[in-house]
């Protein structure tokens, strides 16, 4: 599966160039009897249905013409929505100062679940101010630890 999404990660980069798109994640799944190929886009103000009908169109024409994927699938391109998955580094410096959701493969002051203001990101260490009651608590968080992270929507 992750070559299917390397493929299409190749064919689809110039398309994101040309665009002035970001490609956030490609997914290649099988939900039931069916495959879906999931290319989620983003870009600085946020990204439309056009913007998604234009990549669909011009992603499809490539995978077409090399046809790298043995069997019928879906392709859906969307944006990542609210709770934007933090995977690369820079998706976690533009994070700074949002609230965010981390867990982790293993836990650290005995819990695997964080969510709060991601206050820095140097490459190594994430630090984050959790709201725990009436107080406020930093904890610092190694991210080779992180197994996935997400921004997150709060509610004041």
């Given at each position: 599966?992750?070559?299917?999404?390397?493929?299409?990660?190749?064919?689809?980069?110039?398309?994101?160039?040309?665009?002035?798109?970001?490609?956030?994640?490609?997914?290649?799944?099988?939900?039931?009897?069916?495959?879906?190929?999931?290319?989620?886009?983003?870009?600085d103000n946020?990204?439309?249905?056009?913007?998604?009908?234009?990549?669909?169109?011009?992603?499809?024409?490539?995978?077409?013409?090399?046809?790298?994927?043995?069997?019928?699938?879906?392709?859906?391109?969307?944006?990542?929505?609210?709770?934007?998955?933090?995977?690369?580094?820079?998706?976690?410096?533009?994070?700074?100062?949002?609230?965010?959701?981390?867990?982790?493969?293993?836990?650290?002051?005995?819990?695997?679940?964080?969510?709060?203001?991601?206050?820095?990101?140097?490459?190594?260490?994430?630090?984050?101010?959790m709201k725990i009651?009436?107080?406020?608590?930093?904890?610092?968080?190694?991210?080779?630890?992180?197994?996935?992270?997400?921004?997150?929507?709060?509610?004041?």
């Amino acid at each position: 599966m992750s070559k299917v999404t390397e493929v299409v990660e190749e064919l689809a980069t110039p398309i994101f160039q040309e665009l002035g798109l970001e490609l956030v994640e490609i997914e290649y799944v099988k939900e039931g009897k069916s495959w879906f190929l999931r290319v989620y886009i983003d870009k600085d103000n946020g990204v439309d249905i056009e913007d998604c009908g234009l990549v669909s169109e011009k992603l499809s024409e490539k995978l077409d013409e090399l046809d790298p994927i043995p069997h019928n699938y879906f392709l859906e391109v969307s944006s990542p929505g609210a709770e934007r998955p933090l995977k690369k580094d820079k998706d976690f410096q533009k994070a700074i100062g949002k609230s965010v959701f981390i867990k982790t493969y293993e836990p650290i002051d005995g819990e695997k679940s964080f969510e709060g203001t991601l206050l820095e990101f140097d490459g190594q260490l994430l630090k984050i101010e959790m709201k725990i009651k009436t107080r406020k608590k930093t904890i610092e968080i190694p991210y080779e630890k992180v197994a996935n992270a997400r921004l997150a929507v709060t509610f004041s």
